[in-house]
């Protein structure tokens, strides 16, 4: 045998998916072989814009430069050709608003990043009399400065001759989805100008039941119809790269970042859930081929739509404050010198001592949405310590959760069966014991803890058959660890009714006018 490498090697394909993550924070590209696992990374940060308070931007430009360098930083990491990449994906921070212009490719203004607040007026104004709500039956999304719509609004109001620029047909707006794609696919040279459904339905301009824009919210917006992307599937061919690192490799996939980690998570059937806990934390729940309004202060949205199925629907639940509450204990009061020792601590007592701390620091999100309410402890007695405090920091996070996932099964009446958790919180396993103990139902995390770009990889990889179907990619899934709930049911009840008693308490802490 004139090959002397092993045989098992020399004869597997070297095939690969390669995934994009456009961040708020970053951009990444991440390779992954047929098993899911990652084969090389690459990570490069760009500048956070603040022009005035509440107001956050992005150079759009830096965003595409930084898109290509990590893109062929993590093939020459992996030693990758483009020949052994089968399909690229899309994941990208949701909601973050750029107009450009189609003939010159420069965009008009920097990017309008999700987290700013300068529609909050604007919001109101377009509410009139009907409020938060006037296009929440179509859009599963309330009136506020997070969606794209008003952002878009905002820039055709606000840049000298835009408007007229968008209605002659000249504008292109997009997320950063788009943006990536008709650069990637061609820019100015024949560009594809796409979206998909999970993207498009954070705008507030798509309906929900079409998948398509909705003319009356156009019209009420005030957004022209011809600065909008066609709205495609989350898995499916929009075009080939051209140029760069990936020229010629078929762009097969768009997913919103929250989206790509409810796939990555492999939460393909009704009831099914996974909660990203960073700083703050989001938790999706797949409620199949249904719409489900919610009456309890969750949004909906799309979850994902493979190729021309049926598309899958989600409810979606907000935490502003749970990695950040460790950080404040850390950073701000000094209780701890490290993230990690929270749970140390916390575990050197048996319980929180009758101490609750609701963490409502800049008000309470889903399912409350009361600005007025501000953070509270407890509960407080001479017996309680620094590790209680500890112990009912993690038990907010827990609680919180359990607030959410109880107002997704009164919205759907679809019990949870299991809650799959990624983010950087999951190392802490006592955590993960309380959300198991709280929601009385197992939490699991997985081996591949990147599950953001994994979702966007298996769309792209079900778009052009490098796998067959959900089920080879279920296959794929593999648990790391479980926690399965411990908790006498009378005390689990008790109690939770302690800390609704507490949650009360930080609301109407605010007077209107200071709000």
């Not at 799309?302 to 950040?324: F, H, K, N």
């Not at 953001?452 to 796998?467: D, P, R």
Request: with cysteine; hydrophobic share 40%; net charge negative.
């Amino acid at each position: 045998m004139s090959d002397h490498r092993d045989p098992a090697f020399s004869s597997a394909p070297r095939e690969y998916i390669a995934a994009i993550d456009q961040g708020t924070t970053s951009s990444r590209c991440i390779v992954f072989d047929r098993d899911g696992r990652i084969v090389s990374v690459d990570q490069k940060e760009h500048e956070q814009i603040f022009p005035r308070p509440g107001w956050v931007e992005h150079d759009a430009k830096e965003i595409w430069a930084n898109v290509q360098e990590v893109v062929a930083g993590a093939l020459e990491k992996g030693g990758i050709s483009r020949e052994d990449v089968k399909a690229i994906g899309i994941t990208n921070q949701r909601e973050t608003t750029l107009l450009w212009d189609k003939n010159t490719g420069e965009p008009v203004h920097n990017a309008i990043v999700w987290q700013d607040t300068r529609t909050d007026a604007l919001c109101r104004e377009l509410g009139r009399n009907v409020g938060q709500d006037r296009f929440r039956r179509e859009t599963g999304l309330p009136l506020a400065s997070y969606f794209a719509g008003p952002k878009i609004r905002w820039l055709l109001d606000n840049v000298d001759g835009l408007r007229e620029r968008a209605e002659a047909g000249d504008i292109l707006f997009g997320t950063m989805d788009s943006w990536v794609i008709w650069n990637l696919t061609g820019g100015v040279d024949g560009g594809r100008h796409v979206t998909d459904v999970t993207n498009a339905c954070r705008t507030m301009l798509m309906n929900l039941r079409t998948l398509d824009w909705d003319a009356r919210i156009l019209s009420s917006m005030q957004v022209p119809a011809a600065v909008l992307p066609e709205v495609r599937s989350s898995a499916e061919v929009y075009g080939h790269a051209r140029g760069g690192a990936l020229d010629g490799v078929p762009v097969a996939s768009a997913l919103g970042d929250q989206q790509a980690a409810l796939f990555g998570q492999t939460c393909f059937a009704e009831g099914e859930a996974k909660s990203t806990y960073g700083t703050g934390t989001f938790l999706l729940m797949n409620t199949g081929h249904e719409a489900v309004n919610s009456y309890n202060g969750l949004l909906t949205t799309v979850g994902y739509r493979i190729g021309d199925e049926q598309p899958v629907y989600a409810l979606e639940g907000s935490i502003a404050i749970t990695g950040a509450l460790v950080q404040w204990m850390r950073d701000q009061m000094g209780l701890i010198n490290s993230a990690a020792e929270i749970e140390t601590l916390a575990g050197s007592v048996e319980d929180n001592g009758g101490a609750y701390f609701v963490p409502a620091f800049s008000g309470l999100f889903a399912p409350y949405w009361r600005s007025d309410a501000r953070g509270i402890i407890a509960g407080l007695t001479r017996y309680v310590t620094k590790a209680h405090i500890a112990r009912a920091v993690l038990e907010a996070t827990a609680w919180q959760t359990r607030e959410i996932v109880d107002a997704m099964q009164k919205d759907s009446g679809v019990e949870l069966t299991a809650l799959k958790v990624d983010g950087g919180m999951t190392s802490n396993n006592l955590l993960m014991q309380n959300i198991a103990d709280f929601l009385d139902a197992p939490v699991v995390r997985p081996m591949v803890s990147e599950t953001t770009c994994l979702g966007a990889a298996y769309a792209a990889g079900l778009a052009v058959g490098f796998w067959s179907d959900t089920e080879e990619l279920r296959a794929n899934w593999r648990r790391a660890a479980e926690w399965t709930p411990q908790m006498d049911p009378q005390r689990r009840e008790s109690e939770y009714k302690n800390w609704l008693k507490a949650v009360q308490r930080t609301m109407g802490w605010l007077d209107d006018e200071e709000n």
